[in-house]
């Protein structure tokens, strides 16, 4: 179901939203100081283009007082609005019984969207 599932999100945006992350994340390691911020959008390209089988989880060994400043400045330079059409589409998605699943995907990228660092993407058990 899972493979299932991942292609439908694959055809019906998934791919054209992991490639947008995929060129933010190109853009933003052109810089010195843009790279930590491109390797999590290098992370969300990844979970946003098969996100049917994975999970979210916080990783202990990551998290910090960097993580928490590296945090802070992704949620006012964007991460605030990435979540916003997370929440979005998720409710949009919800209104339909057939959405549901995929609108549960758009609520576990809200999680990481909004504040990556410190966070990881492991495949759900």
């Known amino acids: 179901m899972n493979f299932l ?3 439908i999100w694959l055809i019906f945006g ?5 490639l947008g992350y995929f060129f933010g994340g ?7 100081i843009g790279i930590p ?3 999590q959008c290098f992370k969300l390209a990844g979970l946003v283009l098969w996100p049917f089988g994975k999970k979210v989880v916080s990783d ?4 910090g007082c960097l993580s928490v400043f590296a945090n802070i400045i992704w949620i006012i330079f964007g991460g605030i ?3 916003i059409i997370h929440i979005i589409m998720g409710a949009f998605l919800y209104i339909t019984i057939i959405g549901i699943p995929w609108g549960r995907q758009h609520f576990k990228l809200l999680e990481i969207s909004l504040m990556p660092f410190g966070k990881r993407v492991v ?3």
């Not at 190109?26 to 010195?32: D, E, R």
């Not at 202990?60 to 998290?63: F, H």
């Open 60 to 63: 202990s060994s990551q998290s």
């Open 5 to 7: 599932g991942n292609l």
């Open 81 to 83: 609005e990435v979540a």
């Open 123 to 125: 495949d759900a058990a």
């Open 14 to 18: 998934g791919f054209f939203s992991a």
């Open 37 to 39: 911020f491109g390797l």
């Open 26 to 32: 190109i853009v933003l390691c052109i810089t010195i």
